[in-house]
Nanobody
Framework: QVHLVESGGGLVQAGGSLRLSCAASGRTFSSYAMGWFRQAPGKERDFVAAISRTGVSTLYAGSVKGRFTISRDNAKNTVYLQMNSLKPEDTAVYYC?????????????????WGQGTQVTVSS
């Protein structure tokens, strides 16, 4: 069984930065793409970023492109989300997820394991 644990969330002022981490266990990490999603109060879960199993290919939501960077360290079974120039509208619970295949996707249905989430709050 796959287990995903996010960390690194917190409270930050607008314009600041945070780095989220997601440690994975349970199956061969390097075989699967990883993604980050977020859910704000009263809203649906939205795609943020995805990375292929090798880390060569990445995909971003338009709202975070140029501000967020997804990366992974297959030796550490960990995926990261570096968030810069944070805005109040980035406030949400951030979830990491492991895909069913090696290529990343923006569709939640293509991820079969999810972490418990970490809260990110950006104050204005």
């Amino acid at each position: 069984q796959v287990h995903l644990v996010e960390s690194g969330g917190g409270l930050v002022q607008a314009g600041g930065s945070l780095r989220l981490s997601c440690a994975a266990s349970g199956r061969t990490f390097s075989s699967y793409a990883m993604g980050w999603f977020r859910q704000a109060p009263g809203k649906e879960r939205d795609f943020v970023a995805a990375i292929s199993r090798t880390g060569v290919s990445t995909l971003y939501a338009g709202s975070v492109k140029g501000r967020f960077t997804i990366s992974r360290d297959n030796a550490k079974n960990t995926v990261y989300l570096q968030m810069n120039s944070l805005k109040p509208e980035d406030t949400a619970v951030y979830y990491c997820a492991q895909a069913v295949r090696s290529r990343g996707s923006s569709f939640a249905r293509e991820y079969d394991y999810w972490g418990q989430g970490t809260q990110v709050t950006v104050s204005s």
